[in-house]
């Protein structure tokens, strides 16, 4: 038998390195994790490089190469995949930012650069939206939050370039940054200008808002200042569907993965960081009856890692673990479980380690691996791929590849 269908589960950061406070061994390796360790015994494993030997991957190159799009042609910047994953309609052209909400003191200085971690911004991100003018330049914004303090910018116009900086300082005690042009063209020094018109303009509209009033009189921070980087060109992506022969959706809380996908042409399943993990594999087995291929993104194992937390990594893969339990009884259904990238808690960053892969269903040959961990997957049978491979082995073992040559 064949399998006819793709599930493509990407733990963020899963893969790791030795921690001490675990005896030497990786979350992975310490977790108690049967049926990861399952899927490792009953299909082949290997380990994976999300882009190339030696190159830290980050969250969105890694996720286009496993995509099957080459970062190289396709990566313009997270700015616009951050945009497009908090529902704004990215158009070729656009240019979109990564925004966060902040704080600022009355002397303009930053005193908070996640405003406090502001649970909701729906009510002054749409402030922003509609007061925010800036039709002196030809130009109209798109502003949308995205979860907790966060946020994403797009602008639609004429003569714009990606090629301008942050106001964000990175630090707090200091005025945000003046953005500038990072290029000695007419459209970066315009662009810029709109930048810090937006910028000034939104931070009049916080500044009085109820929202923040309100924040203020309970001794909270106060959201009164978008800082806005990572600027990027919306590109031409070929249309998932077309490119691999696959339907498809994408369950993903983070924006920046959502983006990702919808970029591409998988319909967007919305899910929130605090939506259940069962709930999310609900949701996914939902697709998988309507659809070819689901990409299934779970995002703390990742978050742990940059803060250095190897127990609660372990026990946040544990509990991956327990849900995927129904995939099992998903039939003809091909299952890749993988990494996006490393993050080890040790360096509390990306790393360029290889992350382990499995690959579980009928067509695929069985290797002698039986436990799911960066070592025991490094001599499966697999041996080490490139993300930009895994699209094109997974559409072959569900025969959906066609031959190159005679």
Do not use: W
């Not at 490119?243 to 996908?261: C, D, F, P, Y």
């Amino acid at each position: 038998m064949t399998a006819s269908k793709i599930l493509l589960l990407i733990i963020d950061g899963v893969g790791d390195r030795p921690c001490r406070n675990l005896g030497n061994k990786t979350p992975l390796e310490a977790a108690c994790i049967p049926n990861l360790d399952r899927l490792a015994a009953e299909g082949i494993c290997g380990i994976m490089d999300p882009i190339a030997p030696g190159v830290r991957a980050g969250s969105d190159t890694s996720h286009l190469s496993l995509l099957g799009y080459d970062p190289h042609t396709y990566y313009t910047g997270r700015g616009p995949l951050e945009a497009a994953g908090c529902g704004i309609k990215m158009e070729p052209g656009m240019i979109g930012f990564r925004a966060n909400y902040a704080t600022v003191d009355d002397d303009g200085k930053v005193i908070d650069r996640r405003a406090g971690r502001i649970p909701d911004t729906a009510e002054i991100s749409a402030a922003v939206k509609d007061g925010v003018d800036l039709s002196k330049y030809g130009v109209e914004i798109e502003f949308a939050p995205g979860t907790g303090h966060r946020a994403a910018l797009a602008l639609r116009g004429k003569g714009l370039s990606a090629a301008v900086s942050s106001n964000d300082p990175k630090k707090t005690g200091v005025l945000p940054k003046t953005i500038v042009a990072e290029d000695d063209t007419a459209e970066a020094a315009f662009t810029a200008e709109v930048c810090n018109a937006f910028a000034a303009q939104a931070a009049e509209i916080l500044k009085n808002h109820p929202v923040n009033l309100e924040r203020k009189a309970r001794g909270e921070y106060p959201a009164n200042a978008v800082l806005i980087r990572g600027a990027g060109e919306m590109g031409v992506y070929e249309p998932f569907e077309e490119k691999h022969e696959l339907t498809g959706s994408v369950v993903a809380a983070a924006a920046l993965i959502a983006g990702i996908g919808s970029s591409v042409g998988l319909e967007r399943i919305p899910v929130l960081p605090t939506t259940p993990l069962a709930d999310q594999v609900n949701l996914v087995c939902r697709e998988l009856e309507k659809k070819d291929f689901v990409l299934f993104n779970v995002k703390a194992a990742d978050e742990y890692g940059h803060d250095g937390k190897a127990v609660e990594k372990m026990k946040y893969l544990e509990e991956v673990d327990a849900a995927i339990l129904p995939f099992f009884d998903i039939p003809d259904l091909m299952i890749a479980v993988c990494g996006d990238h490393s993050t080890p808690c040790t360096i509390k960053d990306h790393s360029a380690d290889p992350v382990p892969l499995i690959l579980h269903g009928d067509g695929t040959r069985i290797d002698t691996v039986t436990s799911y961990d960066e070592i025991s997957c490094a001599a499966g049978g697999m041996c080490r791929i490139s993300g930009g491979s895994l699209m094109p082995i997974l559409c072959d073992l569900i025969d959906k590849t066609h031959k190159y040559g005679a």
